[in-house]
C-alpha cells in the first residue's frame, strides 16, 4: 500500500474554522448562519451571526450526536 499522506499539508484544525461561507445575506430579511442542524437567522448583521455561531459552537459537546437534532 501506498502511503501518500506525506504529501499532504497538515489539517488546519479547530483553530481555523472561520468559514466565511457560512455567512450569508438575505435583502431585506437579516444574515443566516449555515450550522450543521440547518440554516439559522435572520439577524440584523453580520457580527450577530457570528457571535451566535460562536455560541453555538461552543454549546456543542464533544459527544453530542450531530445526527439527533431532528429527532424529538
Do not use: C
Request: proline content about 8%.
Amino acid at each position: 500500500m501506498n502511503d501518500l499522506s506525506d504529501d499532504l499539508p497538515p489539517r488546519a484544525g479547530e483553530n481555523h474554522r472561520g468559514n466565511p461561507d457560512r455567512y450569508f445575506h438575505v435583502m431585506t430579511e437579516g444574515w443566516f448562519v449555515y450550522t450543521r442542524e440547518g440554516v439559522r437567522g435572520p439577524f440584523v448583521d453580520r457580527n450577530l451571526a457570528h457571535n451566535f455561531l460562536q455560541s453555538h459552537i461552543s454549546d456543542i459537546k464533544p459527544g453530542d450526536d450531530p445526527s439527533s437534532s431532528w429527532r424529538l
